[in-house]
């Protein structure tokens, strides 16, 4: 599936309007009455209908499904915010025949909003680049506490379509329908918060049109990333079966490097090898004994005898972290051994911004917090912009980059992957030493087979996602651990 900016969205729908095979008119009236069998879909007993509308198309498509509900016996009020002589051509025809069936637009009311069973949002539409501010932001504000169910058309008010932002405040809609594309902001940032259940329509646009258009970024199912695993031999044995090697576990987190090594195990990584501190190699053994454990004075022969490397869960940055981050990196120098970095070996990267290899051969897997003081700002800043962000964070620091969080990004410098899957239930402490543990584990088993590090990542990203849905579909929200993710596997 791929995904697009709101210009990109904007551009289609431009492109789509000269072909000359479909007039902005009928493009509206078609997301109408798309929207409004949204309607009647989701709020089959809604009888009573008040409907905001702005003066873009956005608003055009408001009194569009105005002129539905109408003929379909429902009663409506319309709040007409602007000034109807600012109507683009195609609104201000839609406009024209409302008021020909008797329909006036009034200001916004805060009793005719009370008296609805239901509230369309139409008022900006995916255009929106600025905060929010005077009479809309009172508008908005009165919406959200009425706590009336929300239709929004194409994105809630407020949400930037592109990256999710929320400028100054927005609508939160129940549902949301989203013409012609799948746009970005729909499925990452904070205002995924704010769409409720998402609906995409394409309007019946024909193929060969998005063709025209490179999509920002990409999504696929999880099985797509599950094919590109190489099958396993019959023959296979342990040492044909991809060896793994996590480094972590610093004092007091012997617990981060059990979750990243146990996950490599089941993700399915033939010999899984541990650097840790002394005091947790017994123990480790003890819980997982298939687990191999060594002293830190073994890491310089450990690096050149596996497949594939991770360091970070638990590390610290203290001067043992320090001294096993720079062996590591100083391996990965001179090693095409692919390597996982995350948590504090994140840290400690950013601090050494002299020692990072021309063309590295490893896979970085931040939250937003990491991704932060990887670039030198605030998580805000990181969050404002996620795709911002991970294309700097390439830019820095190259390899493959996974920007973690509501709807996370994976990218190599030239495919951007969303991944869809996942939940708030999944913010909880140790997760993402679980991932790390998955792809280093899948990056073992596809060393010398054709898997790419961007394959790798993808898989353990989407594969670690899906789990986590499954465990929700039974369970709490909140009472989802990491080592649920790992039962999963």
């Not at 995916?126 to 009336?148: M, P, R, T, Y």
């Not at 017994?282 to 490397?309: D, F, R, S």
């Not at 504090?344 to 932060?372: F, S």
């Amino acid at each position: 599936m791929k995904l697009y900016s709101a210009e990109q969205s904007q551009q289609l729908d431009r492109l789509a309007i000269a072909s000359g095979n479909f007039p902005g008119i009928l493009l509206m009236k078609r997301a109408a009455y798309r929207a409004f069998q949204t309607l009647r879909q989701h709020w089959p007993q809604a009888k009573k209908l008040y409907i905001l509308c702005g003066t873009g198309n956005n608003g055009g498509d408001g009194l569009a499904l105005a002129q539905y509900a109408i003929l379909e016996g429902l009663e409506v009020d319309i709040a007409l915010v602007g000034n109807s002589d600012h109507f683009k051509p195609d609104a201000q025809q839609v406009f024209s025949e409302l008021t020909q069936l008797g329909v006036i637009s009034q200001n916004f009311s805060s009793a005719k909003l009370e008296e609805a069973d239901l509230v369309v949002d139409a008022l900006l539409g995916i255009g929106l680049n600025k905060d929010i501010e005077g009479k809309l932001s009172d508008i908005i504000n009165q919406v959200s506490q009425a706590h009336k169910p929300i239709l929004a058309l194409d994105i809630p008010t407020g949400i930037n379509a592109t990256t999710g932002q929320i400028h100054g405040c927005a609508i939160r809609a129940n549902v949301t329908i989203s013409f012609i594309t799948h746009k970005l902001g729909l499925y990452t940032g904070l205002g995924a918060d704010h769409i409720g259940k998402k609906v995409i329509d394409d309007l019946n646009l024909p193929a060969t049109l998005f063709e025209q258009i490179p999509s920002l970024a990409d999504f696929h199912d999880l099985a797509y990333w599950q094919n590109k695993m190489p099958k396993r031999s019959i023959a296979a044995h342990k040492g044909s079966s991809g060896t793994s090697l996590l480094i972590g576990g610093n004092h007091s987190m012997a617990g981060a490097i059990q979750l990243a090594a146990t996950a490599a195990l089941r993700a399915g990584s033939g010999l899984v090898k541990v650097i840790s501190q002394p005091g947790h190699l017994q123990t480790l053994t003890e819980q997982q004994p298939e687990l191999m454990t060594y002293p830190t004075k073994q890491l310089e022969m450990l690096l050149t005898q596996v497949n594939a490397i991770a360091i970070g869960p638990g590390l610290g940055e203290d001067n043992w972290a320090q001294k096993l981050f720079q062996q590591t990196l100083q391996h990965s120098m001179q090693s095409p051994t692919p390597l996982v970095m995350d948590a504090d070996a994140l840290k400690l990267l950013a601090q050494n911004p002299q020692q990072r290899p021309t063309k590295p051969n490893w896979v970085l897997t931040p939250h937003p917090g990491e991704a932060a003081q990887m670039l030198g700002c605030s998580t805000q800043e990181v969050q404002s912009d996620r795709l911002a962000a991970i294309r700097k964070l390439h830019e820095m620091y190259g390899g493959v980059i996974v920007l973690k969080g509501n709807g996370s990004l994976i990218f190599d410098g030239e495919q951007m992957e969303l991944c869809p899957l996942g939940n708030a239930g999944m913010a909880v402490g140790g997760m993402g030493d679980v991932l790390t543990g998955m792809i280093t584990s899948y990056l073992a088993q596809g060393s010398g087979q054709g898997m790419t590090l961007m394959d790798a990542a993808c898989l353990g990203v989407y594969q670690h996602a899906a789990i986590a849905d499954q465990v929700i579909e039974n369970r709490s929200l909140t009472s989802l651990i990491p080592s649920d993710i790992i039962d999963g596997l």
